[in-house]
T-cell receptor, first 110, second 114 residues
Framework: QKEVEQDPGPLSVPEGAIVSLNCTYS??????FMWYRQYSRKGPELLMY????GNKEDGRFTAQVDKSSKYISLFIRDSQPSDSATYLC??????????FGAGTTVTVRA | DSGVTQTPKHLITATGQRVTLRCSPR?????VYWYQQSLDQGLQFLIH???????AKGNILERFSAQQFPDLHSELNLSSLELGDSALYFC?????????????FGDGTRLSIL
């Protein structure tokens, strides 16, 4: 079993819809949780960075962390075609080594 | 633009050869991390350097080595290349070596082994 599980999709939604992405993990030592966006032929771009449980909002993006369930989510409101990309969850303990999910490919249809 | 620069963008070579990938971290960042991204394994941590010193190794093969120079740029050396080494290699950087600082990634080097 992988340390971080993420449904690879693909996920296709109409423009303006809410995109819901999630990851589960097994390592209780994880404390730092990130979401990266990766466009084709580009590097992962940091979207959200959270510590421990709770919610964090940044513009159209909301990240949720539930450590008791070992479950994290990313919501994208009012999705745009420019949001079409692969979204990767990542997490680490105190050892700075990032463990990534497989990535979910999202397509927002105009 | 993350501020992390990787060269070359694309490298094509043959089995058995040796290549060097280069990374310049964001201005002010002291930590450099190397990752490998392949279709079957996803993004895998290879190695971490902080201010010139190796801090940790992940799933890095013995044929691979890295170093960080006094000007903080880093190089990843891959030798005796095999077809399975074809992948995207990413460099990331952060200010400190600790998890409370997020890592920022470059656009990678695509390595193709023929």
């Amino acid at each position: 079993q992988k340390e971080v599980e993420q449904d690879p999709g693909p996920l296709s939604v109409p423009e303006g819809a809410i995109v819901s992405l999630n990851c589960t993990y097994s390592n209780s030592a994880f404390q730092y949780f990130m979401w990266y966006r990766q466009y084709s032929r580009k590097g992962p771009e940091l979207l959200m960075y959270t510590y421990s449980s709770g919610n964090k909002e940044d513009g159209r993006f909301t990240a949720q962390v539930d450590k008791s369930s070992k479950y994290i989510s990313l919501f994208i409101r009012d999705s745009q075609p420019s949001d079409s990309a692969t979204y990767l969850c990542a997490m680490s303990g105190n050892d700075y080594k990032l463990s990534f999910g497989a990535g979910t490919t999202v397509t927002v249809r105009a | 633009d993350s501020g992390v620069t990787q060269t070359p963008k694309h490298l094509i070579t043959a089995t058995g050869q040796r290549v060097t990938l280069r990374c310049s971290p964001r201005s002010g960042d002291l930590s450099v991390y190397w990752y490998q991204q392949s279709l079957d394994q996803g993004l895998q941590f290879l190695i971490h350097y902080y201010n010139g010193e190796e801090r940790a190794k992940g799933n890095i093969l013995e044929r691979f080595s890295a170093q960080q120079f006094p000007d903080l740029h880093s190089e990843l050396n891959l030798s005796s290349l095999e077809l399975g080494d074809s992948a995207l290699y990413f460099c990331a950087s952060s200010f400190t070596p600790y998890s409370n600082q997020p890592q920022h990634f470059g656009d990678g080097t695509r390595l193709s082994i023929l």
